[in-house]
């Protein structure tokens, strides 16, 4: 099992920059792959970005292609999604999430942190 915290949210205007992170613990030499996701205010959590833990291969949602980046930091435990050109509809709760390798699901999440854009 994996612990995830997530930290770096908050209220920016639109067209700004945040970087959220996220620490991990626990059983982290297990994890494929990491990813981060939203959940809009009165919307279902979506995929927002994913770095596979042997190669770094990235895969971003088309919304935020271009604006934001994920990266880790394999020594220091942690994952990170730079998000830059903010705009209101990236106003959501931010989670890291953990995929095991023997796994096909994101199976240990953050508790989120809130990212709101003002217009």
């Known amino acids: 099992q994996v612990q995830l915290v997530e930290s770096g949210g908050g209220l920016v205007e639109a067209g700004s920059s945040l970087r959220l992170s996220c620490a991990a613990s626990g059983q982290t030499f297990s994890v494929g792959a990491w990813g981060w996701f939203r959940q809009p205010p009165r919307q279902e959590r979506e995929f927002v970005a994913r770095i596979s833990g042997a190669r770094g291969t990235t895969y971003y949602t088309d919304s935020v292609k271009g604006r934001f980046t994920i990266s880790k930091d394999n020594a220091k435990n942690s994952v990170y999604l730079q998000m830059n050109n903010l705009k209101p509809e990236d106003t959501a709760v931010y989670y890291c999430?953990?995929?095991?390798?023997?796994?096909?699901?994101?199976?240990?999440w953050g508790q989120g942190t809130q990212v709101t854009v003002s217009s």
């Open positions: 999430a953990a995929q095991p390798r023997d796994s096909a699901q994101y199976d240990d």
